[in-house]
Structures are given as C-alpha cells and as structure tokens.
C-alpha cells in the first residue's frame, strides 16, 4: 500500500462468532419486513429522523471519497405538487405506449399506473442527485469517479436507514427526471438519480403479492 495520511480504525466493534450469525439472521427478518408501499399516510414525520438518515446515506463507500451525491428533503406541499405535476404528466406518456408492451406487462401484477397521488400526500419526498464534479471538499470541481455505484450504494443505505427509523419507502423514477433539477434548482452538473417518497404506510396500504416473490439464496448466489 502506498504511503498516505491514516488514522488507527478505532470504531470496530468484532462479535462472538454465535453472536454474528445471531444479528446477521435479526437483520435479515427485519429487512424482510421492508415493502415498497404506494398508500401513504400524510402523518408529519420530524425532520432531524429524515436529516439523521439522509447522514447515514452520507457515509456510504464511493469513488475515491469524492461522495458525489446530493439529497433534496422535501416537505413543502407547493414543491410536492409541482412534483406531482410534473411526474403525472411524464407518467401518462409512459404508460400510454412510450414504455413498450413488455416492461407495461410486466409492471401490470404491481398495479402501477400514471396517476401518484402519494408524491403529494406523503410528508417527505427526497430527490436524490448524482454529480459529475465535485470532490471531497465543497466546493471542488474535480471529476467524480464511480458516480452512479456510489449514488446506487448511498441510496441502499437510506432506504435501509428510514426502514431501521419505522417509515415506509417507494423508489421512483420518473423517465425523463429532468424537471426535478428545475424544481429542486440544481446546477447543470448534476442529473436526478431517483425520487424517494418516505412517510408512514396508509392504514389500508397494501403489497402485491407479485412483490413478495423473493428469489432463493440458491437462485441470487453461487460460492466457489
């Protein structure tokens, strides 16, 4: 390794063997429990729960630590339904024939249409960009490395981080996105990676049966 500025890893926690396979296994049923939910309850959710998870994404590995990454938290209704506006009226164009046949039939056992009333009635909505300058600083404006790995990375980790919070999570991208970058008033080097509603689950909310069809261990995995 070459030489470089480093601290001791001092914050690493190592756990008896039983008690690994122990949190492994609590954490994989507690991950189970995570659904994309499309019925969202307008109940406030406190900001500081959406600031320490959106800090928790933030500590995600990326390319050459450059974090090329910017999250917009929003919770004012105007902005919400400027979104929802705006997604609605891409959507309809999608669902009308844009998206072909075989990806419209196969989003058919989900229910999906072009109508999103959630991006209103949820109380956050986090439009999360990818930059293709930055650097370590703020400020810096060198080219960004692994940009969509690390925004990919980064926003697993939010979504598992609201989970872990109690809130419910739907990912959605909207083709194309780029009327997020006038809404949310982002500059040109950047380009809207994905648009996640978070909030409580309506008291009705369901989940399709199509998505509780995992795939097995033996069918996602092969050990050498």
Known sequence: MKEHKASPLSDYIEYPEKEMIERSERFYADIKRRHS??????????????????????????????????????????????????AELHEQGFYAGRAGEEWLEALQPLGTDAQKPYLEHAPWLIAIFSQKKGGTNTGDKHTNYYVHESVGIATGFLITALHNAGLVTLTHTPKPMSFLSKICARPDDERPYMLLIAGYPDENATVPEHAKQKKSLEEICTFL
């Open 37 to 86: 939910i499309r019925q969202f309850s307008n109940r406030s959710v406190p900001q500081v729960i959406i600031e320490n998870c959106i800090k928790a994404a933030g500590t995600a590995p990326n390319g050459a630590n450059h974090q090329p990454w910017q999250f917009v938290a929003i919770h004012s209704s105007d902005v919400k339904k400027q979104v929802r506006e705006q």
